[in-house]
């Protein structure tokens, strides 16, 4: 690959107990793209995650952010680095409004901070729920709070953990619409998704985990027709 | 309408009302003070970050015999004696704060609770130093009026401490911490260090509240300053009304000091049945406690 990778996962190992979440896997993640983490359920996507952004401890091999190594960072430094990402279950927080969950999350300088704030939530189109609490938004809304709220603290690389689910069309439409211009502005992008019309539309790069272990990557065109992977989610 | 339009008025009225109120009456207040100034400590880690702290009158009980001991065996005035009761407070909340703080849930309360009864037994066996279980007496006590003034400040203190972080960004990440952890260090914020610079706040006020206390009540013992009843009443009248919140505490302490002066001392036998009864009340129908209700439903801001 002739690009610059801006994260290296190498030969990434993670058990639980007698479990091998993470088998030996190496990701190389090329800068300014959007990139699609597939497989099975229980293959190790978002453990995978979760090891990225110093949430999960390694038991082998090693992380590289630009270059330098954040295995072994705790998860709020990890996120200071400039690796920002969702949750597959929604974790905003409920008792704080809509305004005060993006505030809460930068150190900006506070007027900056508003600023921002008011942007994304209008780039979202959900000014007008600012001052609600975040624990009465509708499912859909939150999700769309939780991705601005990545956003707030401007990360160069951005971790999705199934963005896609249980959001209508519209909605959907929008946040693709919304990584593509990320994309544009020069972010990395990651996500991990089930909807095959999502990561075949928007991914440039598909990569296969199965028990744990990379079983392909490249193109969406070619994972698609490739053996191992209609055989992991098929069956033979 | 801006802080300083409240915090004036208020302090005027406080400051005139010795002049008028009997003897009786200000040592009411000074009660009163100082549970205000308590559940707001309480608040500070526990209502904003979610962390329950059953041991708090541990920093309590430190001021108190901080206090005695430097105005027995040193000489120093009560004044100083009382402030300096924050120092050892506060060097007692780092030290059981650093490694405890990483507990979650029930583990941390069961911690803070064995801390309260260490500190206890420590200073029921030091017996040279801090007299054993029969306590250290200070001179007693000529005028209360100053203790009235210093316990009001300390309350004054602790409500506007609180509404100064809770309408920063500060108290804002302290409230995510509460809502949910895990998310807000994903997103950038040393909760960690968040959560000790609250605990050190919250264990500071019941020091110097207690020095001053010390002072005032002219005695101090184990029993007296280190009791689990004063945590719980922290506790409670932080949620009656409204953990969380600037004025929660100071509503919960206010209005269950005149109901313990008003109701409860005429039934002195069913004192203790009726806080238990009142705590499950609260616990099981007001959760959130009066201004968390309120804010609910009329969507407060967070000043109040």
């Known amino acids: 690959m002739p690009e610059a990778s801006i994260l290296e996962i190498k030969d990434v190992v993670k058990r639980f107990g007698g479990i091998t979440a993470v088998n030996h896997c190496s990701l190389s993640i090329g800068a300014g793209k959007i990139h699609g983490l597939i497989g099975p359920n229980g293959s190790g996507k978002t453990t995978l995650f979760n090891c990225i952004t110093g949430l999960e401890r390694l038991q082998g091999g090693e992380i590289r952010f630009k270059g330098e190594r954040i295995d072994g960072l705790k998860p709020y430094q990890v996120a200071r680095r400039g690796i920002g990402r969702t949750f597959q279950i929604i974790r905003v927080f409920p008792q704080l409004t809509t305004f005060e969950n993006l505030l809460a999350v930068t150190t900006d300088p506070i007027e900056v901070a508003r600023k921002r704030a008011e942007e994304l939530l209008s780039f979202v189109t959900l000014t007008r729920l600012k001052d609600e609490y975040a624990g009465n938004l509708s499912y859909g809304q939150q999700k769309l709070l939780e991705f601005i709220r990545v956003l707030m603290t401007d990360p160069e690389l951005i971790l999705l953990d199934e963005p896609a689910a249980g959001v209508n069309r519209t909605l959907l439409n929008e946040l693709l619409t919304a990584m593509t211009r990320l994309r544009d502005a020069g972010k990395t992008i990651l996500i991990v998704e089930h909807d095959m019309k999502v990561v075949m539309g928007l991914c440039e790069a598909v990569y296969v985990l199965d028990y744990g272990e990379k079983i392909a990557e490249g193109p969406p065109s070619v994972i698609r027709s490739n053996e191992r992977v209609i055989e992991a989610y098929f069956g033979r | 309408m801006r802080p300083v339009t409240v915090v004036v008025p208020i302090v005027a009225v406080l400051a005139l009302l010795p002049a008028i109120l009997s003897g009786y009456h200000i040592s009411f207040m000074i009660q009163m003070f100082m549970w205000v100034a308590l559940a707001g400590s309480w608040n500070l880690i526990s209502g904003l970050t979610g962390y329950v702290s059953f041991g708090h009158v541990a920093f309590f009980g430190v001021g108190t015999y901080t206090a005695a001991l430097l105005i027995t065996k040193a000489g120093w005035h009560w004044l100083a004696a009382g402030l300096a009761g924050c120092i050892p407070a506060m060097l007692l909340a ?13 583990y941390f309360a069961i911690s803070m609770l064995g801390l309260n009864e260490v500190v206890r037994a420590l200073v029921s066996y030091f017996e040279g130093f801090t007299g054993g279980g029969s306590g250290i007496s200070l001179p007693p006590i000529v005028a209360i009026v100053p203790v009235y003034y210093a316990m009001a400040a300390a309350a004054i203190v602790v409500t506007v401490v609180t509404y100064l972080i809770i309408t920063s960004r ?42 001053f206390y010390a002072w005032y009540a002219s005695h101090v013992e184990p029993m007296s300053v280190f009791p689990l009843i004063t945590t719980i009443t922290m506790i409670i009248m932080c949620l009656f009304g409204g953990s969380g919140t600037v004025l929660g505490p100071v509503l919960g302490a206010v209005l269950l000091s005149i109901m313990q002066e008003l109701v409860w001392a005429r039934f002195l036998w069913v004192h203790q049945a009726l806080l238990g009864a009142l705590i499950v009340a609260v616990v099981l129908l007001m959760p959130r406690g009066i201004l968390g209700i309120l804010r609910h439903h009329f969507r407060l801001p967070r000043a109040i």
């Open chain 2, 94 to 106: 780092l030290v059981i704060g650093y490694p405890c703080l990483r507990l979650k849930g029930p």
């Open chain 2, 170 to 211: 500060f108290g804002l990440r302290l409230l995510a911490i509460r809502e949910d952890e895990l998310a807000a260090d994903a997103m950038g914020i040393n909760t960690a260090a968040y959560k000790l610079y609250a605990f050190l706040l919250s264990a500071a006020f019941p020091g110097i509240v207690g020095g």
